[in-house]
């Protein structure tokens, strides 16, 4: 719409008001420095617009000057506005291009966000827009229309605006100002917390005062005396000019009375100002000093300069809680007796990188193997030593950007952050020997590696992942490293399930029986069985490969073995009742339980609870007992052959080149392996393992069972060889007890061996 609808204002004073508001009237004194307040003016009448910029020439409100900018449509409007985004007040007509233009202008402005700026509705046909609807269904700030709105009380309406839109934007500053304070607070035990608290205290300050800070800084450093000036405390956290001086000391900062701020008084927080500046310093147990230096362009208010004092004080309680807290952060992520990073220093390494940077990272654990030893030798003093004699070396070695941090006694981790350690620099570190106390000392390491392959990129699946690698090394391959890969981590969850599984599987009686038929070679005859166990976990079968060793290293074996001896019982017991022939049944001891004193004991009870006999059966040992075999241990067999109980030997020749403990261990069999029957064939039968076994055993008069014989071809060698009792799927596969007795009424070596 243009004038000649009549859309005119009227900016004339009223009546009696001449002289009271001049052109160069000042609403409110402070310095006009400051940016001027933006008003944007959304007219089509031009005369609107040079009417509006009459009125308000050479007025400065709040201490500002104004800077109109105009628009003469409500799309031009919408553009102009979202290219200014710090405009304090909108001074828009309703009736333009269309009917509602103006209205549609507000919506489109609230809509987008934009809820500071106040909005002033400036109409001459207060037809089209009913004053009540409006207030009630649009944001909008104030109505007049353009008739009532005179000279005066166009800078009236404006000053309040502005005074509201000033007030919205110091409660934005005193919000993000605490939030980072809050940040800070929370965030305390964070290496940046210091920084977050500074940057907090400088936003917080601006919005203390009201001021937009030309620069503002905070430094903190090691507390200064008087004689010392402040010079080189460093800068860590800036706004304004001084945003970008983060990390310098404040003495290379142009522009700023060092010699002034260094008199200020220390440990003494009450604000100072110094020119266009304001100035604390504080102090916290005497170590550590904090300087806040706040440049402005505003003048000042009196109350703003006793809230600042308030806020000091409080800044100063704050700070020297702070700094305790940094204090006992240090003390906390240090070793305190070689002064080198500890486990927390570690975790909080690891999580900066990937959980806060999101980078990638190369990580190992490092285990001394022959710590232990030395610890129990030499005491700790002496391995505290060892340890900083090796990370000494790796800092050489790799390189002092490594993070190399102690976990635990005997353990070093080590955080690559440029991705280039592996496994073989890592063992180069334990080539040549150490010099501990003018001794060379010869280590050697189990390193767990990870470089990638990590499902879930967090600190805490790194870290699992990498004590997984270690874990795996010392049990597989000790004094070595091995790299991580994910199956590792899925048979250690594979074994935590299986133990909690077999855990429950024992309580509730899951465990199932099975006996596998003994022949004697030559006539077929049925002289024993051997109990074996068998789990189904999660509907599918566990292989005893699997769940026995778990049972070992989770303390379940006994209770395995015991549950077997009366599986055992109960399967005499039938065939006894069912007139069946007496055999002996062979039960498998765990090396394990052989080393415990009270084991024994307990067996010998469970196999008369049982109503078992040395003619109903006997004891399997493993040939790694019959190696390793301490005098305890092999005191204990002893008693189970004092009680009349036949032994066998079990996994003969697996491993093992040293035959000399065949000489004093009691036992009466020797089981051959199943790996030595496998590979057997006629032409070379008689130089197989199997054949020295054999021969062996004949000469110190022992019975001989080979194991694993699943073909006939197998069948004939052994008997060619002389091997006297045999064992395999080639005759019966383990079977419960029902099923045993009916394979029993059935069987006939003929049938197998002519097949």
């Given amino acids: 719409m243009t004038s000649e609808h009549y859309d005119v204002i009227h900016i004339l004073d009223e009546p009696g008001e001449e002289g009271v508001l001049q052109e160069d009237t000042v609403v409110y004194s402070a310095s006009v420095s400051a940016a001027p307040w933006k008003i944007l003016v959304v007219d089509d009448d031009v005369d609107v617009h040079e009417a509006t ?57 609230r809509e987008q966000g934009h809820h500071k700026p106040r909005i002033i509705l400036r109409t001459g046909h207060p037809g089209y827009a009913p004053e ?3 207030i ?111 990390g310098l000391d404040i003495a290379s900062l142009p522009g700023i009375d060092i010699d002034a701020l260094s008199r200020l008084p220390f440990n003494h927080h009450e604000p100072v100002l110094i020119g266009k500046s304001i100035a604390m310093r504080f102090a916290a147990n005497k170590d550590r000093e904090l300087l806040v230096y706040f440049e402005h362009a505003g003048g000042i208010e009196k109350d703003a300069i006793s809230l600042l004092r308030l806020f000091s004080g409080n800044l100063a309680l704050c700070f020297e809680n702070l700094a305790l ?22 975790f909080r390494k690891l999580s900066d990188i990937i959980d806060i940077h999101n980078k990638d990272c190369h990580v190992a654990l490092v285990s001394i193997d022959e710590a232990p030893q030395f610890a129990v030798a030499f005491g700790m003093e002496f391995i505290d030593r060892l340890i900083l004699a090796v990370h000494s070396r790796m800092k050489v070695m790799i390189g002092k950007d490594i993070f190399v941090a102690r976990l635990g006694e005997f353990r070093l981790a080590v955080i690559d952050e440029n991705c280039v350690i592996g496994e073989a620099i890592l063992s180069s570190v334990f080539d040549h020997a150490f010099m501990i106390e003018d001794n060379n ?201 004092d009680a009349g109980f036949r032994l066998s030997l079990d996994d003969f020749g697996t491993g093992f080149s040293s035959l000399s403990y065949l000489d004093h261990l009691p036992i009466d069999e020797v089981k051959i392996d199943r790996s030595f029957v496998s590979p057997l064939q006629v032409v070379t039968a008689r130089q197989s393992i199997a054949a020295s076994t054999q021969t062996i055993a004949d000469n110190l008069g022992l019975e001989v069972l080979a194991e694993g014989v699943e073909t006939v071809e197998q069948h004939q060698i052994l008997r060619f060889i002389g091997v006297k009792f045999v064992q395999g799927f080639l005759y019966g596969r383990p079977m419960p007890e029902a099923d045993f007795m009916t394979w029993e009424q059935n069987w006939d070596m003929a049938k197998v061996v002519n097949q």
């Fill in 132 to 134: 009540s609807r409006i």
């Fill in 136 to 246: 009630r269904d649009y944001d909008i700030n104030d109505y007049r229309t353009k008739d009532e709105l005179t000279r005066t009380r166009l800078i009236t309406t404006l000053t309040a605006s502005i005074r509201a839109y000033d007030y919205i934007n110091m409660l934005e500053q005193t919000r993000s100002g605490l939030e980072l304070i809050i940040e800070s607070t929370r965030d305390l035990y964070h290496r940046r917390s210091f920084d977050l608290f500074a940057q907090g205290v400088l936003v917080q300050l601006a919005a203390l005062l009201r001021l937009e800070p030309e620069g503002a800084i905070c430094a903190i450093g090691p507390s200064q005396d008087e004689n010392n000036p402040i010079h080189a405390l460093p800068i860590i956290a800036g706004l304004g000019r001084f945003s970008e001086q983060i």
């Fill in 441 to 641: 000392i010869a280590l050697s390491a189990t390193i767990g590696v990870v470089r990638e392959g990590v499902k879930n990129h967090e600190s805490v699946a790194v870290d699992r992942a990498v004590r997984t690698t270690l874990l795996r090394a010392t049990q597989k391959t000790p004094g070595r490293a091995m790299l991580y890969t994910p199956d590792l981590e899925d048979n250690i969850a594979r074994s935590v399930q299986l133990r909690a599984g077999l855990h429950d599987a024992l309580q509730n009686g899951d465990i199932a029986f099975h006996f596998q038929p003994q022949l004697a070679l030559g006539t077929g005859a049925l002289i024993g069985a051997e109990v074996l166990a068998r789990w189904t976990f999660k509907g599918a079968p566990v292989s005893p490969a699997y769940f026995i060793p778990v049972a070992e290293k989770s303390g379940l074996i006994s209770e395995l073995t015991f549950q077997a001896l009366r599986a055992v019982g109960l399967f005499v017991a039938k065939r006894k009742a069912q007139a069946l022939p007496e055999i002996r049944v062979s039960l498998n001891l765990s090396v394990s339980d052989i080393n415990q004193k009270e084991f024994i004991p307990q067996l010998l009870k469970n196999v008369r609870d049982a109503d078992l006999t040395p003619a109903t059966l006997q004891f399997e040992i493993t040939e790694s007992f019959a190696v390793q075999g301490a005098s305890d241990a092999l005191v204990a067999i002893n008693k189970l052959k």
């Fill in 53 to 109: 910029e009459f009125a308000l020439r050479k007025i400065t409100i709040l201490g500002r000057k104004l800077e109109l900018i105009h628009a003469y449509s409500g799309e031009e409007g919408n553009r102009v506005f979202n290219a200014n985004s710090d405009i304090a007040v909108l001074l828009l007509d309703v009736v333009m291009e269309e009917e509602h233009a103006g209205l549609q202008l507000v919506r489109q402005l």
């Fill in 325 to 346: 807290i940094k204090r006992l952060d240090e003390l906390a992520f240090v070793d305190q007796k070689l002064g080198i990073p500890n486990h927390n220093a570690y």
